[in-house]
């Protein structure tokens, strides 16, 4: 198929231009650059050995994704792009809504006119806000997220049921990313935050290549084993292989699917911590401050959904995700951008 990946010279979006292109599909990436580096797409090129077209523009360009659908007669999309930092949704909500939620309405309408009704969407499991019960299931109540990004995910989730309902020749799969970490094994791709990180993997990375004094733990006093908070990583090659699967679900079954991609295993920061110390050798030294506002104790997935209908579940190991980041942010790529 011909697919056109939004994002895709980000983080997640890289990793599925490659995945896809090694499956044999023709993938067009769009990217307006504003949080990724111009050179990725080259970089996904020289893993894969095919060229990767790279459209630079703003998904919320109605005619311009038009153009680009036709043209390359694209017969699906993923939309990865989006702004997702939360703290940063908070400061400057309009921004998030106009970019998440105005880029997904603008790509449904390019969509339905170009006549392409085949979408994946990057949601979050921030959709079920503090999850009622754990292990979190697709039919768990959908919470009250705590920030402007959160919201902005379950706006876009129920536009996209709404969508479905209205016309249901449409084939939408909304995948609910747990916590995705890790890079491809080449070392060449990765997750690269400008600044500095707002997450636990790339800040552990960044402090045992010496680019950070000390990792901040936020809370020792939550009720969980060790005291620190508990999520569910997954490896970013676990994600996107699960978007292969939901792809191919969706070539045979036209509606709507949601499905959870987690490995439906729990890990704190301590123990993330302590694995990365020992994957790479360094330290990773640590003090430990106040709760950060806005976290839960613990969230992982329950992954059984996507194991029974897309026979897909996550492959990789702790040590696989902390090995391959240490690759990638040692390896002189994948550096601090400042
Ligand atoms: P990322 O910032 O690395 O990638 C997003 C890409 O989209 C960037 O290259 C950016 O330049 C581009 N972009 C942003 N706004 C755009 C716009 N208006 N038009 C065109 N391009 C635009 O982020 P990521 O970690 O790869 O996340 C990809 C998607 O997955 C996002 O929608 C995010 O909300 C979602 N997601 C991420 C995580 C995570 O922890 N990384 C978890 C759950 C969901
Ligand atoms: C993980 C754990 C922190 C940093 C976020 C977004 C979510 C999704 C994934 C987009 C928590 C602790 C962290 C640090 C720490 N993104 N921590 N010191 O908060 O589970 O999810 O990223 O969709 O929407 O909310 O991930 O990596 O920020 O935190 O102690 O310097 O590590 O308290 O327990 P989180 P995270």
């Known amino acids: 198929m011909n697919i056109l990946i939004t994002g895709g010279n980000g983080y997640i979006g890289s990793h599925a231009c490659l995945v896809l292109q090694q499956a044999g599909h023709g993938v067009v990436s769009l990217d307006n650059l504003s949080n990724s580096r111009?050179?990725?797409?080259?970089?996904?090129?020289?893993?894969?050995?095919?060229?990767?077209?790279?459209v630079e523009g703003d998904v919320r360009?109605?005619?311009?994704?038009?153009?680009?659908?036709?043209?390359?007669k694209i017969e699906a999309v993923f939309h990865f792009a989006g702004l997702k930092a939360?703290?940063?949704?908070?400061?400057?909500?309009?921004?998030y809504?106009?970019?998440?939620?105005?880029g997904a309405v603008a790509l449904c309408r390019a969509m339905a006119a170009a006549a392409v009704k085949v979408l994946v969407f990057s949601s979050s499991a921030t959709v079920y806000g503090e999850p009622a019960r754990m292990p979190v299931a697709e039919d768990c109540p959908l919470g009250e997220p705590t920030n402007p990004y959160g919201r902005s995910k379950l706006m876009i989730e129920q536009i996209l049921a709404d969508l479905s309902r209205a016309d249901p020749s449409w084939r939408i799969a909304r995948l609910r990313y747990f916590n995705p970490v890790g890079a491809h094994e080449s070392?060449?791709?990765?997750?690269?935050?400008?600044?500095?990180?707002a997450n636990l993997m790339?800040?552990?990375?960044?402090?045992?290549?010496?680019?950070?004094?000390?990792?901040?733990?936020?809370?020792?006093?939550?009720?969980?084993?060790?005291?620190?908070g508990v999520r569910d990583y997954i490896h970013v090659m676990d994600l996107v292989e699960g978007h292969l699967a939901a792809l191919e679900y969706l070539r045979r079954h036209p509606g709507l699917l949601t499905v959870n991609l987690g490995t439906g295993r729990g890990l704190s920061v301590l123990e993330m911590a302590e694995t990365f110390a020992r994957v790479s050798g360094r330290p990773?030294?640590?003090?430990?401050?106040?709760?950060?506002?806005?976290?839960?104790?613990?969230?992982?997935?329950?992954p059984a959904l996507a194991q029974r209908l897309l026979g897909w579940r996550a492959q990789r190991s702790v040590e696989d995700m902390c090995r391959d980041t240490w690759r990638w942010v040692s390896g002189g790529v994948g550096g601090a951008r400042e």
């Open 38 to 54: 111009a050179d990725v797409a080259e970089r996904v090129a020289r893993i894969s050995g095919r060229p990767l077209r790279l």
């Open 97 to 102: 809504y106009d970019c998440n939620v105005g």
């Open 187 to 197: 070392g060449l791709i990765g997750e690269d935050p400008s600044g500095e990180p």
């Open 86 to 95: 939360v703290g940063e949704s908070v400061s400057r909500p309009l921004r």
């Open 202 to 228: 790339p800040y552990v990375a960044q402090v045992a290549a010496g680019k950070r004094e000390s990792l901040q733990v936020f809370g020792t006093d939550y009720p969980t084993a060790d005291g620190t």
């Open 284 to 302: 990773v030294p640590y003090r430990v401050t106040a709760r950060r506002p806005g976290d839960v104790a613990a969230c992982w997935a329950d």
């Open 61 to 72: 360009d109605r005619e311009l994704l038009e153009r680009v659908l036709r043209q390359e």
